[in-house]
């Protein structure tokens, strides 16, 4: 992926080259349909746009008139990660919600130590048991007043009551709180997994662009063509 200031489009080409130069294999690049700098570049050095296959939907709503934060079932409740027991718990919600390895608590803990990261915009959902069973991470952009949902999950067995809807709206509330002006969130796009971006639709979060996917020629490196 790669994000180039549209008021400079000439460097597209200068970032795919040293992409190019590095890649072992032809690049695959997604891009978004409202970054036609980046599309014109693509094509120009021989990428071609692939048949419909996965795709992120990008999303986004105002943070104004939002809605109340849904009540949840008897004995779940939403707050901040408060000890050491929560972030294991919240560690192990990630791995059991997207069946990865791939974040543990080290790795979570290193996380809230680095910024721009907001211990208030990072809710848990606890069970009757107090276990983290759901979650919602914000980031916060103070300059463009921009949160983000970046991740959101639940635990299989806690699934369909509720939990995502009830902590993404509390976090899209802590966004306002921060004086944010809009959230945006990335969710598949394709029918093949409609789940998340049902779930986000529900907030009032609408579509305002998709990705795309360009795959590069096989070509002897720095034989790509150039514009003319």
Not at 7 to 14: F, K, M, Q, S, T
Request: charged letters at 20%.
């Amino acid at each position: 992926m790669l994000q180039v200031d549209p008021g400079r489009p000439e460097l597209a080409h200068d970032v795919l080259a040293w992409a190019e130069q590095a890649a072992p294999r032809p690049l695959s690049v997604d891009v978004a349909e409202t970054e036609p700098h980046l599309i014109k570049a693509l094509e120009q050095r021989g990428y071609a746009l692939t048949a419909e296959s996965p795709f992120m939907s990008c999303l986004g709503r105002s943070l104004a008139d939002l809605p109340a934060v849904p009540h949840l079932p008897a004995g779940y409740s939403i707050r901040t990660q408060r000890d050491h027991a929560d972030v294991v718990g919240r560690a192990a919600a990630h791995r059991d919600a997207f069946d990865s390895i791939r974040i543990t608590t080290e790795r979570h803990a290193r996380m809230r130590d680095t910024w721009p990261y907001r211990s208030e915009l990072d809710l848990i959902v606890t069970s009757p048991a107090d276990d983290v069973v759901a979650y919602c991470q914000g980031w916060y952009d103070e300059t463009n007043g921009i949160g983000a949902f970046e991740p959101v999950g639940t635990h299989p067995g806690h699934r369909r009551r509720g939990l995502a809807q009830a902590v993404c709206t509390a976090v899209l509330h802590a966004f306002a709180q921060a004086g944010g002006h809009r959230a945006i969130v990335y969710a598949r796009g394709d029918a093949a997994y409609p789940v998340p971006k049902r779930l986000y639709e529900s907030m009032g979060v609408s579509i305002y662009t998709r990705t795309y996917t360009y795959v590069g020629q096989s070509m002897d490196r720095g034989d790509h063509p150039m514009p003319r």
